[in-house]
């Protein structure tokens, strides 16, 4: 499975401490299907950061891996009540999971409207999941432990013109 990660630099060795806690599957290396995804989130770095460059690097995973036993993997199909939880626990910093490798929806800026709804008790758990679905959703793999992370192929990376 071909996989992107959006920076401000060329990612050949990935680190799956180095980002932040705060995120939707908590603190890991994040990665997507979506050449589409990983180049907004680079130009978002970017125009963030103050970068010079926005990159995506690329990146060969064996999907297969999700199915090993010899990992730990939680894996959402699309919005639910679970992964809603989920998401919100981490960006708040309570989940500390023990997950090798985490897959579902990206829960992004377009989404933190209704995310925040719901955490507030504002929106009913059945009203936020028919929102989310009204969105076009990309997906997201986190890598969190050393051993994930060594499945992780880099190809090469492209700047963002």
């Not at 994040?30 to 770095?45: G, P």
């Not at 929806?105 to 709804?117: G, K, M, R």
């Not at 955490?119 to 959703?137: D, F, M, R």
């Not at 969190?144 to 992370?149: L, P, Q, S, Y």
């Amino acid at each position: 499975m071909r996989l992107f990660h959006g920076s401000t630099t060329i990612v050949k060795k990935p680190l799956v401490h180095r980002g932040r806690r705060t995120t939707d599957f908590g603190q890991g290396f994040y990665l997507t299907t979506s050449y589409e995804q990983a180049e907004r989130w680079a130009r978002l770095k970017q125009k963030r950061d103050g970068a010079r460059k926005a990159v995506v690097s690329v990146y060969e995973f064996d999907k297969e891996l999700l199915n090993d036993t010899a990992y730990k993997v939680l894996q959402y199909e699309g919005p639910s009540k679970e992964w809603l939880d989920f998401v919100v626990s981490n960006r708040k910093g309570f989940d500390l999971h023990q997950y090798d490798y985490v897959m579902g929806p990206v829960a992004n800026d377009q989404l933190y409207t209704t995310i925040s709804l719901y955490e507030q008790g504002s929106l009913s758990v059945e009203a936020a999941i028919i929102q989310l679905k009204s969105h076009l959703l990309f997906d997201q793999l986190s890598c969190h432990t050393e051993k994930a992370i060594k499945n992780i192929e880099y190809i090469e990376s492209k700047e963002i013109i």
